[in-house]
């Protein structure tokens, strides 16, 4: 990775984000590194020998499922339209003990549908998700990326067969929680700066180095701390859309520098909120998604890997994530698997 100073939070100007936004997105451009008509962004740098890396990690063949359920009983609360997922049973065995579904002899079954916002749960956000004064990723204009028919050109199942690879966790809310006396555990408005990262690199050992290719996974702790309050009976809160720890935008740079393909969080915004800025909303996705090109996870489970991690030093494993290859669409869920 290059060396390289960061900016610290300390020197960004709140009344100005505009300004932060406008150099960040020159120093980080990806536009044109792959060619005009490139629809991948970073996950160019994830080809068939970093997955054959990431392969090579299984050990133990232990499997941990990354993603939080999808069900009538998330964290949503209805911002911009997301709700929590609705199933529905189409045919049940009750059909089948009453003999009505018209099968022959005596065969029965149980159908249903589900009904929700592509990103209600543990989701991939796409290059069409986030544009930046109406430009989309690699300079298109945004009209002619996303329309009423959705994504066109750089819908999500453009990339249903790229993302498998080495994955890293950086637990950063194991590294530094500590300080605030909650082990594990980062507060809500805590930003996650290059240091931090570097850091809990660092504490956690050579093994957690990232570097091109990879795919990130940063633990905060707040789903954790999310949890506790929906089994006191208390509900999500606000972790769907309201404070949380996350990325600071002094990181967009740490993250073009690291040549990462992708990077997912177990918060429900990736970057820390309230955002940096007196008013803004969600800037460094507007450096991250249509500049770098970097494809960004949020609502990832992150809780029994980071255990397993602590208890045995890796930090690496095998982790693929294919998104639902919904045609057109800006995002979409996923059940990640990491295996070690």
């Known amino acids: 990775m290059p060396d390289r100073p960061y900016l610290d939070p300390a020197d960004l100007d709140r009344a100005d984000p505009e300004s932060a936004i406008a150099a960040a997105a020159k120093r980080c451009s990806n536009w044109g590194r792959w060619g005009a008509d490139d629809v991948l962004g970073t996950l160019n740098f994830l080809d068939d020998a970093k997955?054959?890396?990431?392969?090579?990690?299984?050990?133990?063949g232990?499997?941990?499922?990354?993603?939080?359920?999808?069900?009538?009983?998330?964290?949503?609360?209805?911002?911009?339209?997301?709700t929590n997922p609705v199933h529905t049973m189409l045919d049940t065995g009750t059909d089948a003990e009453r003999g009505v579904q018209g099968f022959p002899h005596g065969i029965g079954g149980a159908d249903d549908v589900i009904a929700m916002p592509l990103q209600a749960s543990t989701q991939w956000d796409g290059l069409g998700h986030i544009f930046d004064?109406?430009?989309?990723?690699?300079?298109?204009?945004?009209?002619?990326?996303?329309?009423?028919?959705?994504?066109?050109?750089?819908?999500?199942?453009?990339?249903?067969?790229r993302i498998a690879g080495r994955g890293v966790l950086l637990d950063v809310g194991r590294a530094v929680g500590e300080q605030f006396g909650t082990p594990g555990e980062l507060p809500d408005g805590f930003a996650i700066t290059p240091a931090h990262l570097e850091a809990t690199i660092a504490a956690q050992g050579a093994g957690a180095?990232?570097?091109?290719g990879d795919l990130l996974l940063v633990r905060t702790g707040q789903l954790t701390r999310a949890r506790r309050s929906v089994a006191a009976g208390t509900g999500w809160g606000d972790y769907?859309?309201?404070?949380?720890?996350?990325?600071?935008?002094?990181?967009?740079?740490?993250?073009?520098?690291?040549?990462?393909?992708?990077v997912a969080t177990d918060?429900?915004?990736?970057?820390?909120?309230?955002?940096?800025?007196?008013?803004?909303?969600?800037?460094?996705?507007q450096v991250a998604i249509p500049h770098i090109g970097l494809f960004l996870g949020?609502?990832?489970?992150?809780?029994?890997?980071?255990?397993?991690?602590?208890a045995d030093g890796v930090w690496e494993f095998f982790l693929t994530a294919a998104p639902l290859p919904v045609t057109g669409a800006v995002g979409a869920p996923v059940n990640p698997l990491a295996v070690k």
């Open 62 to 82: 232990a499997a941990f499922s990354l993603s939080q359920r999808f069900d009538a009983d998330g964290p949503q609360k209805g911002w911009r339209r997301r």
């Open 240 to 262: 769907a859309g309201g404070p949380a720890p996350g990325l600071s935008f002094t990181a967009a740079d740490w993250l073009h520098a690291t040549e990462i393909a992708g």
């Open 51 to 60: 997955r054959a890396e990431g392969a090579r990690l299984v050990r133990r």
């Open 298 to 310: 949020e609502l990832w489970d992150l809780d029994a890997l980071a255990a397993d991690c602590a």
């Open 133 to 161: 004064h109406g430009d989309a990723w690699n300079g298109r204009r945004a009209g002619d990326v996303v329309t009423s028919l959705g994504d066109a050109v750089t819908g999500i199942e453009t990339v249903a067969d």
């Open 209 to 212: 180095r990232v570097g091109r």
């Open 267 to 285: 918060t429900w915004g990736f970057e820390v909120r309230p955002n940096e800025f007196d008013v803004a909303f969600q800037p460094l996705h």
